[in-house]
């Protein structure tokens, strides 16, 4: 059970350039998130999904798109790669309202973006 | 949502108990207090959420004040393993509970031998 996956794990690019991040759950979880967190600093959400076909802006979208055709998927792209963007990407994902313990968000090992 | 403060660091004896504050003051009466932590460069670990009763599992207990304005995460016999960032999050409750969550920059937790 491979459970969440992020990829690549690591990757350098240049400014200007576009740059998607994959994140794939085996759990057929309904909500997905990206978040990114910057050196000594909490995670920001980015983007989130409710559902295939489903996307919402988080706290700092500007600069990213997402899509999620398929409910285990839910790339992240820079269209334009800046130097701010340099931070550690985390995706996650969580199971519908019930039960319980659809309360709680998994989170991959994430992805260790810099911008040259 | 509700703003959280949480002091930056703090330092616990292995085997000790460690408990971890947190202000929410301006918290609402539809709002769950969670916590998560996360062990260096790893992702972010759900450890436990409440609304008013004092809740405990595997992992910890949350014990919230009658007021509802501040939380303590208690982690019974902290182990070297438990060194981390912990953050406490508060969100609303219903169908969205536990998405759109805002971390902070959350207590550093050092587990000295």
């Given at each position: 059970d491979?459970g969440?996956t ?8 240049e ?12 759990w ?17 959400l ?9 996307t919402?802006k988080?706290?700092?979208p ?8 398929k409910?285990?998927n839910f790339p ?6 800046t ?18 313990s ?15 | ?5 949480q002091?930056p ?6 085997g000790?108990?460690?408990n971890l ?12 207090v ?13 450890i ?23 939380s ?7 182990t070297l ?5 912990y ?19 959350g ?7």
């Amino acid at each position: 059970d491979a459970g969440i996956t992020q990829s690549p794990r690591y990757k350098i690019t240049e400014t200007g350039r576009q740059v998607t991040l994959m994140c794939h759950q085996t759990w057929s979880h309904s909500y997905m998130f990206w978040y990114r967190q910057d050196l000594g600093h909490g995670l920001r959400l980015i983007y989130y999904s409710a559902a295939a076909d489903i996307t919402d802006k988080g706290e700092v979208p500007d600069g990213y798109v997402v899509s999620r055709s398929k409910t285990e998927n839910f790339p992240l792209t820079l269209e334009s790669a800046t130097r701010s963007q340099t931070s550690v990407y985390f995706c996650a994902s969580k199971p519908g309202l019930v039960p319980r313990s659809s309360y709680e968000q998994y989170f991959g090992p994430g992805t260790r973006l810099t911008v040259t | 949502d509700a703003k959280t403060t949480q002091p930056p660091s703090m330092d616990c004896a292995e085997g000790r108990a460690a408990n971890l504050p947190c202000n929410h003051s301006t918290i609402s009466g539809n709002e769950y207090v969670y916590w998560y932590r996360q062990i260096h460069s790893q992702g972010p670990q759900y450890i436990i959420h409440g609304l008013k009763n004092n809740e405990t599992n595997e992992m910890a207990s949350l014990i919230i004040t009658e007021d509802r304005k501040s939380s303590t995460l208690i982690l019974p016999h902290a182990t070297l393993r438990d060194t981390a960032v912990y953050y406490c999050i508060v969100s609303p409750k219903g169908e969205t509970s536990g998405s759109r969550l805002t971390f902070g920059e959350g207590t550093q937790l050092t587990v000295n031998p």
